[in-house]
């Protein structure tokens, strides 16, 4: 008999339903976390100490050969949703060189990191770009990690413009902790398999082959204060091939997103939206976002990077007829700014269907 599935919208409405009545002693404190919020609701999640050592540790092996231990100082970029964080920066007790700053906008990150020089910064990968895109003298940094978003192509990009400069972008959430992490010698994202048992499964709920698409599931093995069997995280990641990395075998080639992320062609199949960052930064455009809001149409929100761009439906139509069909008419929508979730995070496609 097939073991059932565990929601994450049922984890989300009734989380008190999932907690555990009893925690053996040797499972250590039992700490709450919430979550993000970022999905509408934020949620009280039991941890065990035992699972944070756990999840520890699986970090620092996912993270060995980046040099994270190397780096001259260290920031780390949050978001706030109060008017009165945004834009403070606190320095932090672990270093010499370490700070955190609330942040709304990319300039005062750019300052303080020019003001101590410090070579590492972890932040979400919507606010890396809006950093580099910015072309700051930052020849100083070496290390830059993102969590909490789909790294876009747009990143990628920039940080390529800064030679001696690595990304490390991980994957995981406040339910299970850390599930995966890029690897610095396969580019793959390796799976912390060391802490919890994923699986990425079709349509039929059957393990997908490499190259192929699919939901990912996971099942937490160290957090008796609220086992989660089998939970659906929302997420689709595409599974990789056994490159013989000397990590592991078992890798994502990326992490997709959300189902919302999914755009759905006229004739019903569904797609990762790709858009090439040359052809957006051409048109003058400072930041966008994809709307689906039918099978025959999408919006491109944009913000221009000076105030004389303007694009017109004929601007932008070969982006979406190259990139998904002819038959979806494309519509230019200019903003000042595109909203965030009330955790920050930016969700750079998302479709209506």
């Known amino acids: 008999m097939e073991m059932p599935f565990t929601l994450q919208a049922a984890v989300k409405s009734n989380t008190s339903a999932f907690y555990s009545s009893y925690v053996p002693p040797s499972e250590g404190l039992v700490i709450d976390k919430f979550t993000s919020g970022s999905t509408g609701m934020a949620a009280k999640i039991k941890k065990t100490k035992v699972h944070f050592s756990m999840n520890a540790d699986e970090n620092a092996r996912l993270r060995q050969g980046w040099g994270f231990d190397r780096q001259t100082g260290f920031i780390r970029a949050l978001s ?49 770009v809006s950093i580099l895109e910015l072309r700051p003298p930052l020849d ?81 093995l160290y957090n008796l204060a609220m086992p989660l069997l089998r939970y659906e995280l929302g997420d689709f990641a595409e599974m990789g091939a056994d490159t013989g990395c000397r990590k592991s075998g078992y890798s994502f080639i990326r992490i997709v997103g959300r189902e919302k992320n999914l755009f759905r062609l006229p004739d019903g199949s569904r797609i990762v939206p790709m858009v090439d960052a040359d052809d957006v930064v051409a048109l003058g455009v400072r930041e966008y976002k994809l709307l689906q809001r039918s099978r025959l149409e999408i919006d491109f929100i944009y913000v221009p990077l000076s105030p004389e761009v303007v694009l017109s439906d004929a601007d932008i ?37």
């Open 140 to 220: 100083f940094l070496r290390l830059i990690s993102t969590v909490g978003e789909v790294v876009p192509p747009e990143l990628t990009r920039l940080i390529a413009g800064l030679p001696d400069c690595a990304h490390y972008d991980s994957y995981g959430s406040v339910e299970t902790g850390i599930v995966a992490g890029k690897c610095n010698d396969c580019g793959n994202y390796h799976v912390a398999d060391r802490h919890l048992i994923v699986e990425i499964l079709d349509e039929n709920n059957k393990q997908v082959m490499p190259g192929s698409m699919g939901r990912v599931v996971v099942t937490p």
């Open 317 to 353: 139509q070969p982006l979406i007829t190259q990139n998904f069909s002819p038959l979806i008419k494309a519509t230019p929508v200019r903003v000042t700014a595109i909203p965030r979730s009330a955790s920050g995070k930016f969700l750079m496609h998302e479709s209506l269907l």
């Open 80 to 128: 706030s949703p109060k008017e009165g964080l945004q834009g403070k920066v606190r320095r932090n007790e672990e270093s010499a060189n370490s700070w955190t700053i609330y942040f709304r906008e990319p300039r005062p990150t750019i300052e303080l990191l020019c003001r101590t020089r410090c070579s590492h910064i972890s932040l979400f990968p919507s606010q890396a």
